[in-house]
């Protein structure tokens, strides 16, 4: 039988909840879906606790009543908001030629035990960047390798308690004990990039409701990770203020926006409000939309210029997530502001190549690599203790 994992996307607009096992061909088949809206976070700060606890209480009985069974382990991915990530370059050396084991590569992440402000933080991943042996040879999995040293340049994904410890009081109250975290921008990384792709680099941008996550990443580990409060809403309220058109029925005019064609001053977009068609000038709402983006554009610039590691400048763009994926013509705008090729990532998987679903099908493949629910030695090994 399939092992089974739960996992939270802790959007910021909605909690959602799947259910899911490994299926043919690798694929992820998903057997419990749990949705929730609530008001979202900005600049690490939740907007609504009491809303975001009832949401996420009703996204898990939506998943458990879809699923039909109890959920007992949760995987709750973490937002940029609530991490810092730290690299460091850690080495062992060994008496004579020895064979890279599983437990050395354990006993290498485990000698780090320096972070700033470590009582206010968690270690909720460790990834390699790259390994080095005595021969300056770099590459990503020593084991089995001999060597007289080990070295390597290690990234550690620290969540604020903050965060992570009222998280854990409310998955309690529904009976989840056994809760794990990671960082959902780690997951994508892993989820929706070949190896070969993320050791040349990758730049990432996750493109929300009410913000953005960017992160520079090579390997197996994340550099730097950036995020900034902009996204998909701001969109939206731009429209509705702009053109004095009611918010549900500019995220609809959102919605239809086509910025990769050019328009005429006739051309309009129509919505419904009362009953009633209303109408908006097609070209007016194109330009509000086109410059919100570019000020998203110019929000990734600069969250990459925070970044002190360097990445090779061919380095594409590549945006996930709901906020702009949609739009038609939002990436060349990206790509004109930054001068970076841009691409749109998703899943591969059947029934789930939208970029809205990057998150959740990222978390459940982590989790489901991870064996997380089953009671095993490997399981989180590198997580340091509570």
Known sequence: MAHKVSVMDFGSEKISVFVGERGLNNTIRVIGVGVREYSGFIDGEILE????????????????????????SLYLGVPSDFCVTACKTLSLNFKKKHKVTQYDIQDLYNSCDDFDKENDYEIINVTPIYFMLDSDRRLMDPEGQTTTSLTAMVSFVLAEKRFTEPMREILKGVGINEVGFSSTALAQLLYLFPSQKRDSGVVLVDVGYLTTEVIVAKGDGILCMKSFANGGANITADISTCLDVPFKQAEKIKRKLMLSLATESHEIYEFELNGKPEYVSKKSVNEIATERIKIIARGIEKCIARCEYEYPDYTPYSITGGGIAFIRGAKEIVASVTGKKTEIVAPTAPLAERPNLSAPWSLMDMAIAEDFGKKSFWNKIFKKAE
């Open 49 to 72: 606790p009491l809303k975001l606890k009832e949401a996420m209480e009703g996204a898990i009985a939506d998943a458990q009543d879809v699923w039909g069974q109890k959920i007992e």
